[in-house]
């Protein structure tokens, strides 16, 4: 059974960064495309980015494109998040997740997917 863990969540005043990890056990993590979704309170949970199992294809969502990067590090088991520029929107809980049912190396941003999350890391962003 695969299971994820998020960090490096935390608050942060608007135009600094932070850095979440997502790290993996328990599976093969290699093989799946791993995503970054978030959900702000009152509001379904959305799309962030996502990395192909080899790091070669990434997909943003239009309002992070250029502040955000997406990583991974296939020997350690773990991906990445960098957070720059951060905006109060950006405001919400971050959660990682496998898709563990790609047959190609690529990615599909789809939340319907990703079968496997981790808990979430909370991200504050202050005016």
């Known amino acids: 059974q695969v299971q994820l863990v998020e960090s490096g969540g935390g608050l942060v005043q608007a135009g600094n960064s932070l850095r979440l990890s997502c790290a993996a056990s328990?599976?093969?993590?290699?093989?799946?495309?791993m995503g970054w979704f978030r959900q702000a309170p009152g509001k379904e949970r959305e799309f962030v980015a996502a990395i192909s199992r080899s790091g070669g294809s990434t997909y943003y969502r239009d309002s992070v494109k250029g502040r955000f990067t997406i990583s991974r590090d296939n020997a350690k088991n773990t991906f990445y998040l960098q957070m720059n520029s951060l905006k109060p929107e950006d405001t919400a809980v971050y959660y990682c997740?496998?898709?563990?049912?790609?047959?190609?190396?690529?990615?599909?941003?789809?939340?319907?997917?990703?079968?496997?999350w981790g808990q979430g890391t909370q991200v504050t962003v202050s005016s």
């Open positions: 997740a496998a898709d563990r049912h790609l047959i190609y190396d690529t990615v599909l941003p789809s939340i319907s997917r990703y079968d496997c």
């Open positions: 328990g599976g093969t993590f290699s093989s799946y495309a």
